[in-house]
């Protein structure tokens, strides 16, 4: 037998979100190689993730997952069992949590979508602005060791804390993002 490397799982130590700039719906992961589309999405996040307007730490990330309908076709004459052929991908929601700062950056771009104030700016009916995401787990030495590219997300749910002055418990908001596809990148983007 030949010799084979042991890598166990790595500490969620620490992560980083980045976001992209505002813009229309991507449509690259569509068709072809939709993992290297993804790649080349993240990597032009990370050199204008700090020019971008949201600039948010959290505390919690959850949703990194994804699902594959499966339609049966029954083949006459094949009664062992029909065939399992592949639909189409399902994305359930991103959820991230995060104690409330004084940054409005996460409510304003629900207020962009919710009132469709893009669509005044444009003076024509828009779209509304999307921002894909990297989502970057970092090891116990601080260096990136997975990497996930969201694309095309949208604020669905923006929730702030319940408010208790008998409380000392951090106030923390909830965002829950829906989007268009999650990969996890196989090469991490090159400055992260």
């Known amino acids: 037998m030949g010799s084979s490397v042991n890598i166990g799982p790595v500490a969620a130590f620490n992560f980083r979100v ?3 700039a505002p813009s229309q719906e991507q449509t690259s992961l569509d068709s072809g ?15 204008s993730a700090p020019a971008a307007a949201i600039k948010a730490g959290f505390s919690e990330v959850s949703g990194l997952n994804s699902e594959v309908e499966i339609e049966d076709y029954r083949e006459g004459g ?6 399992r052929l592949p639909r189409w991908g399902r994305y359930p929601h ?3 949590r995060r ?7 996460l409510w304003d771009w629900w207020s962009d979508v919710i009132t469709h104030s893009y669509t005044l700016a444009q003076g024509a009916p828009q779209r509304p602005f999307r921002r894909s995401g990297l989502i970057l787990l970092d090891g116990v030495d601080h260096r990136v060791v997975a990497a996930w590219f969201v694309s095309n997300a949208l604020p ?6 319940g408010l208790n002055a008998r409380s000392s418990e951090i106030a923390i908001e909830t965002l829950e993002l829906s989007h268009e596809g999650l990969f996890r990148l196989t090469n991490l983007p090159s400055g992260v």
């Open 18 to 20: 980045l976001f992209s």
């Open 33 to 47: 190689d939709a993992l290297a589309a993804a790649a080349t999405q993240a990597a032009q996040i990370v050199p």
């Open 78 to 83: 094949r009664n062992i069992a029909p065939h």
């Open 94 to 96: 991103l959820v991230l």
């Open 99 to 105: 104690g409330i700062t004084t940054d409005t950056s």
């Open 156 to 161: 669905e749910r923006l929730a702030g804390s």
